[in-house]
T-cell receptor, first 109, second 115 residues
Framework: AQRVTQPEKLLSVFKGAPVELKCNYSYSGSPELFWYVQYSRQRLQLLLRHISRESIKGFTADLNKGETSFHLKKPFAQEEDSAMYYCALSRSTGNQFYFGTGTSLTVIP | KAGVTQTPRYLIKTRGQQVTLSCSPISGHRSVSWYQQTPGQGLQFLFEYFSETQRNKGNFPGRFSGRQFSNSRSEMNVSTLELGDSALYLC??????????????FGQGTRLTVV
């Protein structure tokens, strides 16, 4: 069965410090991995996906199939990064996501 | 262009009643999926529709049902409401399911409270 685990419910870092949000998954096939973000009073939106290998707002995430992880990283946190972050897994054949429970990131000025 | 629109935004129902929630996807999007978000369980997949057909279904009882119309608008229905059905219900739309660059766009949700 598919499962996405985000071990940290809350994470606080100082502005300018590096940040890493952890995500581990279990899935028997070839999943697509995503990070979604929800800023205060806004709707859930896509931050990045592993297949694009892109950096969005300074965030990157590398899929490590050996460790079944997809951690989200940013070298220098900014106050505007404070938000709820969800790691999600999708089967390649559908618009069906399995979400982790989310990590609330607070960047302290 | 307009985003995913969910109506109503808030709803209060009594145990045993039924409720219908509506989702209008982004114009041109044909795939709609529904999620239930609660503090305890997080975001859980309910079902997905594409071209008026249910493609996938999550692990929810039969009281939860949905449908999609020819204009891609979707509704979900919950019958015989229970207190535990209180949640934020989110709808997401995408152009097509299963394509490599599929991005799901989420609505703001319908907050259902069962009393």
């Amino acid at each position: 069965a598919q499962r996405v685990t985000q071990p940290e419910k809350l994470l606080s870092v100082f502005k300018g410090a590096p940040v890493e949000l952890k995500c581990n998954y279990s899935y028997s096939g070839s999943p697509e991995l995503f990070w979604y973000v929800q800023y205060s009073r806004q709707r859930l939106q896509l931050l990045l996906r592993h297949i694009s290998r892109e950096s969005i707002k300074g965030f990157t995430a590398d899929l490590n199939k050996g460790e079944t992880s997809f951690h989200l990283k940013k070298p220098f946190a900014q106050e505007e990064d404070s938000a709820m972050y969800y790691c999600a897994l999708s089967r390649s054949t559908g618009n069906q996501f399995y979400f982790g429970t989310g990590t609330s990131l607070t960047v302290i000025p | 262009k307009a985003g995913v629109t969910q109506t109503p935004r808030y709803l209060i129902k009594t145990r045993g009643q039924q409720v219908t929630l509506s989702c209008s996807p982004i114009s041109g999007h044909r795939s709609v999926s529904w999620y239930q978000q609660t503090p305890g369980q997080g975001l859980q997949f309910l079902f997905e529709y594409f071209s008026e057909t249910q493609r996938n279904k999550g692990n929810f009882p039969g009281r939860f049902s949905g449908r999609q119309f020819s204009n891609s608008r979707s509704e979900m229905n919950v019958s015989t409401l229970e207190l535990g059905d209180s949640a934020l219900y989110l709808c997401a739309s995408s152009v097509l399911p299963g394509t490599l660059n599929t991005e799901a766009f989420f609505g703001q949700g319908t907050r259902l409270t069962v009393v």
